[in-house]
């Protein structure tokens, strides 16, 4: 069973970039469609971005379009969420998650495995 592990979270100020990662536990991480959700306090968990198992199409929610990228190394079973001039209403914890490949992929339902997550905060 695909197992997911996040890291790269933590505490920064408003501008600052963060760079987040999420391993895979198995080789069969290439047929994923993989995904980085958050959630803040209080609030549902919301879709960030998306990547296709190939790495050929990604989606990215308009909050942090611009802003943040997500890519992956299929070889290394790894995927990254470059996030860039970070904001206070990004704090929440981000998740990872992984799906079959014909999931909706901005659709939290759709994933089958999740990591525990890491925890974001940025102050102002």
């Known amino acids: 069973q695909l197992q997911l592990v996040e890291s790269g979270g933590g505490l920064v100020q408003a501008g600052d970039s963060l760079r987040l990662s999420c391993a895979g536990s198995r080789r069969a991480f290439n047929y994923y469609t993989m995904g980085w959700f958050r959630q803040a306090p209080g609030k549902e968990r919301a879709f960030v971005a998306a990547?296709?198992?190939?790495?050929?199409?990604?989606y990215y929610a308009d909050s942090v379009k611009g802003r943040f990228t997500i890519s992956r190394d299929n070889a290394k079973n790894t995927m990254a969420l470059q996030m860039n001039s970070l904001k206070p209403e990004d704090t929440a914890v981000y998740y990872c998650?992984?799906?079959?490949?014909?999931?909706?992929?901005?659709?939290?339902?759709?994933?089958?495995?999740w990591g525990q997550g890491t925890q974001v905060t940025v102050s102002s």
């Open positions: 990547i296709t198992w190939s790495g050929d199409n990604t």
């Open positions: 998650a992984a799906g079959f490949a014909n999931i909706a992929p901005t659709v939290p339902t759709g994933y089958g495995t």
